[in-house]
Every structure is written in structure tokens, then in C-alpha cells.
Nanobody, 123 residues
Framework: QVQLVESGGGLVQAGGSLRLSCAAS????????MGWFRQAPGKERDFVAY????????YYTDSVKGRFTISRDNAKNTVYLQMNSLNPEDPGVYYC????????????????WGQGPPVTVSS
């Protein structure tokens, strides 16, 4: 398992942008698929995006396609989530997670989680 520390959350106006970062400990970071999830108040934690470890293949939930970009820098043991055109459906606590075997949308695939920085979007 790895330890994950996120940063970059905060308050942004609708239509604005934020970039979340997730720094991972451990020497095997490049072999972990990484994902981002979010949880709005009173709702379940939902999948946002993932990036595979081998080919860098990315996958997004439909509501963020074309607006969010997940990327990774294996030299820095860091995964990013660039969020553009934020709207009132995007606020919540954003969690990054690592997946040591396989990858998918379900949270059960992931075995380590960050603490979750909050993202707030003002209208």
C-alpha cells in the first residue's frame, strides 16, 4: 500500500478551474493505477476518473468528460486532476486512491485513499 496526500482543493467560482494533486509515498508508485473520486454532502462517493499504470490510459465519468483531465508524473510520485469549467454539480470532497491490481470505476478496486480536500463552487 501507499500513503496518499492531496492538495489543491478550495473555493472557486462557477466556470473556474482548480488542479488537485496527490503525492504518493513508496517506490512502486509507477505500478499503481490511480483514481479520483468525489463525495458530495449527503451522497455516496462517486467515481470521477482513473489512469492506468502501464499505458497511462484514462477513463472518466460522463459528467466530467471534456472538462477534467487526470494525469500522472511517475518521477514525482504524483497524480493530478485538472478541473476546468467547474459547475454547481462538481462540489464535494475529492479523494485520490491507488489500485495495486487491475483498475476500474468501483471503489472496491482501490486499496489506499487520501484524506480528501474539499472543493466548493460558488455561483
Amino acid at each position: 500500500q501507499v500513503q496518499l496526500v492531496e492538495s489543491g482543493g478550495g473555493l472557486v467560482q462557477a466556470g473556474g478551474s482548480l488542479r488537485l494533486s496527490c503525492a504518493a509515498s513508496g517506490r512502486s508508485f509507477r505500478r499503481y493505477a490511480m483514481g479520483w473520486f468525489r463525495q458530495a454532502p449527503g451522497k455516496e462517493r462517486d467515481f470521477v476518473a482513473y489512469i492506468s499504470w502501464s499505458t497511462g490510459t484514462t477513463y472518466y465519468t460522463d459528467s466530467v468528460k471534456g472538462r477534467f483531465t487526470i494525469s500522472r508524473d511517475n518521477a514525482k510520485n504524483t497524480v493530478y486532476l485538472q478541473m476546468n469549467s467547474l459547475n454547481p454539480e462538481d462540489p464535494g470532497v475529492y479523494y485520490c486512491a491507488s489500485c495495486s491490481y487491475g483498475v476500474g470505476e468501483a471503489s472496491a478496486w482501490y486499496d489506499s485513499w487520501g484524506q480528501g480536500p474539499p472543493v466548493t463552487v460558488s455561483s
